[in-house]
DNA sequence: CTACTACATTTGTATCGACAACAATTGTAT
DNA sequence: ATACAATTGTTGTCGATACAAATGTAGTAG
């Protein structure tokens, strides 16, 4: 369906506003989908996305600030979107020794243990959502949206 | 740039979950500058939504549930989102004559002096951000996006 | 007419997030 | 060495948001 259907807007739009508001609107689609499928565990998107990254590291540890630089939606707040994390015992925070300023944190063996149970859902709900496109037309939108961001004044 | 490397994430995705992290990246990407040229006015981008929709409607009153379906990100709470536009003067509420449980939400001339101001930049900054990308190729973002929404269980 | 259900919005509450001020540490220039 | 600026993270505050319960209205079955 095209994104004025859904919408319901009566004139047809330029282009240029179509992609920005279909890119917004099915944005959100999918991030309602991974809140839907992760409320059940009690954790957030935002959550969820600073384990797998910690996770990435493969026990090395990670600043708030280098946490931060890798979230999908960067936030004002890390300190306390960790926080929670602790309180989950999903991961630990340390002061930097090379550093003082900084902090280290780590995922947890509790903390993998549910990012790995966790993951086996947003696995297939990624899946799902994806599955009305090919692997080219996937690789074609990736290409699409990184020329997008592509901006000439950064 | 692709992806992988904005966040740098050291291994390859496979290409359904690139293609959702690209799409959840991007989308943030275009709402945060959209909510950084609608601050000096200090309106939100879901306020500048409302108004939208309401200026699409040529005069005609929209319930909430009307205003809430055709919103980008539905909201949990739209009655307090319209407040604020009520505040500034930029739409009216009045119940509704023919169903007294309805609202009829209009925008007022103020609100679409405003809404005429606005759009100026933000038309501007939707240019931007799409200039690296042709007609065709954004017809074909489009096309792309309808598709991957296109869910067979809904 | 009454009871019951569905609908549309509002309100209460608790949490979340943005933003700015602050604190601690490190780097740098004189 | 001292002063000043930059970096990194934390805390306070306030407005935004989600969610559930409540309110008021409309439709419907008996």
């Known amino acids: 369906m095209i994104i004025e259907e859904t919408l319901k807007i009566s ?12 890119l917004l609107y099915t944005g959100n689609w999918v991030s309602d989908e991974i809140a839907r499928v992760l409320k059940p565990f ?11 990254i910690l996770k990435g590291r493969q026990g090395e540890a990670c600043s708030l600030q280098t946490i931060q630089d890798r979230m999908i939606s960067k936030m004002s707040n ?22 003082r300023r900084k902090v280290d944190i780590v995922i ?7 990012l790995k149970e966790i993951s086996r859902v947003v696995d297939q709900s990624e899946a799902r959502m994806t599955d009305q496109l090919t692997t080219s037309e996937l690789e074609n939108l990736n290409a699409l949206l990184n020329k997008l961001r592509t901006d000439t004044y950064e």
């Open 78 to 99: 890390t300190t306390r979107l960790v926080d929670k994390l602790i309180k989950k015992e999903f991961v630990e925070r340390t002061q930097c020794e090379s550093n």
């Open 42 to 52: 009690d954790i957030t998107p935002q959550q969820f996305n600073v384990l797998r």
């Open 11 to 22: 004139k047809r739009l330029p282009e240029c506003k179509r992609a920005l508001l279909n």
């Open 108 to 114: 947890t063996a509790k903390g993998l243990e549910a």
